[in-house]
């Protein structure tokens, strides 16, 4: 168990509609990250908060946002769903968010758009 | 073309094998090197850390960074059915946050 949870564990919904997906870092960790993990694109990285401020940004579609919250946890908002956003999330955490800390993942939210 | 490239095998050994897992990467400015392995249905657990070129050993596990050539190395001694999984590497640049950058990850059987 990394301590990084993340809920809910599956989502199935339909296109067009909008999700939430939540993430709650390891104890005293102030940096969150979102992954999307996909058949065909492997784990990529979408966004990386440091104590409620972006840090650094990926591949995140505009349709994608996120925002981290002064306890800490993290939401992705994902928008007018397509069925190539079905995939895993992952939210992983790390202590200060420096480029040589290590990061632990949580166990992800399998999200399918039908 | 990826930045960092994988074999997605499936690779399928015996119990009490050397498994060698590989990643090749085309960003000179990569800095920091991981190998993580991640179970069907899982988040990715970090197994191996290494800083520049060199080597590290952790039991069965040694990881290999040879920077001249762009190459990273997993090894694992006496590979048990456990260790059956999907094995990501993983690399990450100095500065501008923590982005990690993953290869396709090889998926790994290790048979009795």
């Known amino acids: 168990d990394s301590g990084v949870t993340q809920t809910p564990k599956h989502l199935i919904t339909a296109t067009g509609q909008r999700v939430t997906l939540r993430c709650s870092p390891r104890?005293?960790?102030?940096?969150v990250y979102w992954y999307q993990q996909s058949l065909d694109q492997g784990l990529q990285f979408l966004i990386q908060?440091?104590?409620?401020?972006?840090?650094a940004k990926g591949n995140i579609l505009e349709r994608f946002s996120a925002q981290q919250f002064p306890d800490l946890h993290s939401e992705l908002n994902l928008s007018s769903l397509e069925l190539g956003d079905s995939a895993l999330y992952f939210c992983?955490?790390?202590?200060?968010?420096?480029?040589?800390?290590?990061?632990?993942f949580g166990p992800g939210t399998r999200l399918t758009v039908l | 073309q990826k930045e960092v490239e994988q074999d997605p095998g499936p690779l399928s050994v015996p119990e009490g094998a050397i498994v060698s897992l590989n990643c090749t990467y085309s960003?000179?400015?990569?800095?920091?090197f991981m190998w993580y392995r991640q179970y069907s249905r899982k988040g990715p657990e970090l197994l191996m850390y290494?800083?520049?070129?060199g080597n590290k050993e952790d039991g069965r596990f040694t990881a290999q960074v040879d920077k001249s050539s762009k190459y990273i190395s997993l090894f694992i001694r006496d590979s048990q059915p456990s260790d059956s999984a999907t094995y990501l590497c993983a690399m990450s640049l100095t500065g501008g946050g923590n982005k990690l950058t993953f290869g396709t990850g090889t998926q790994l059987k290790v048979e009795l």
């Open positions: 960003n000179s400015a990569f800095q920091y």
């Open positions: 908060y440091y104590n409620g401020e972006e840090r």
């Open positions: 290494t800083y520049s070129s």
């Open positions: 104890s005293g960790d102030l940096s």
């Open positions: 992983a955490s790390s202590d200060s968010g420096a480029s040589a800390d290590t990061q632990y």
